[in-house]
């Protein structure tokens, strides 16, 4: 139920006409309460660290990820590859679940505009490195992302579902990590 909408509608005009309407607005409050949409973080603080690896990610803007969890946090990487490594098993890295990742938020490659990561779509195995090598390239559009894996002999094009620990782990192979390589 909301109630800010509730409280808003009870202190309208005294009278018939504003029971009737604080009436309507507790039914509505009921049947429709107000959702916020999803946006990413808009700003990142210069002390901001990956939350796998632990390097500074405000020097790296065009290249961060983030999740946003379900108490509100958000947790700021690197790259994709490393929020990856949290989103798939994030029980290794504190106290959340992969239940708890309310928003994924990736940057477009061309656009540096934020984007949905479940949706996006990766290119892998270019010969673009981000901040910690290898990275899952991310696009919003298919004929971008094949425009880029054109250009930069990219290996393929993946989607978010089929990023799998196998494949994250072929990316960090030979990276040095604060948490280890799984």
């Given at each position: 139920?909301?109630?800010?909408?509730?409280?808003?509608?009870?202190?309208?005009?005294?009278?018939?006409?504003?029971?009737?309407?604080?009436?309507?607005?507790?039914?509505?409050?009921?049947?429709?309460?107000?959702?916020?949409?999803?946006?990413?973080?808009?700003?990142?603080?210069?002390?901001?660290?990956?939350?796998?690896?632990?390097?500074?990610?405000?020097?790296?803007?065009?290249w961060l990820a983030q999740l946003?969890?379900?108490?509100?946090?958000?947790?700021?990487?690197?790259?994709?590859?490393?929020?990856?490594?949290?989103?798939?098993?994030?029980?290794?890295?504190?106290?959340?679940?992969?239940?708890?990742?309310?928003?994924?938020?990736?940057?477009?490659?061309?656009?540096?505009?934020?984007?949905?990561?479940?949706?996006?779509?990766?290119?892998?195995?270019?010969?673009?490195?981000?901040?910690?090598?290898?990275?899952?390239?991310?696009?919003?559009?298919?004929?971008?992302?094949?425009?880029?894996?054109?250009?930069?002999?990219?290996?393929?094009?993946?989607?978010?579902?089929?990023?799998?620990?196998?494949?994250?782990?072929?990316?960090?192979?030979?990276?040095?990590?604060?948490?280890?390589?799984?």
């Amino acid at each position: 139920m909301n109630f800010d909408g509730l409280k808003k509608c009870f202190a309208v005009l005294s009278g018939r006409g504003g029971r009737i309407f604080a009436l309507q607005c507790l039914a509505f409050s009921f049947i429709a309460p107000v959702t916020v949409a999803a946006v990413p973080a808009d700003s990142v603080a210069p002390d901001s660290r990956c939350a796998i690896c632990g390097m500074f990610v405000a020097p790296y803007e065009n290249w961060l990820a983030q999740l946003r969890m379900s108490d509100d946090s958000v947790l700021f990487f690197d790259g994709v590859k490393d929020l990856m490594v949290f989103y798939l098993d994030p029980g290794d890295y504190g106290k959340y679940a992969q239940k708890d990742v309310r928003e994924v938020w990736v940057r477009d490659y061309y656009t540096l505009e934020w984007i949905d990561g479940r949706t996006a779509l990766y290119v892998i195995g270019s010969d673009v490195y981000g901040p910690m090598g290898k990275e899952f390239i991310p696009f919003g559009l298919r004929a971008a992302a094949e425009n880029f894996l054109r250009d930069h002999g990219g290996g393929k094009i993946v989607t978010f579902a089929e990023i799998s620990s196998e494949l994250v782990r072929s990316m960090r192979s030979g990276m040095k990590m604060r948490h280890g390589s799984k």
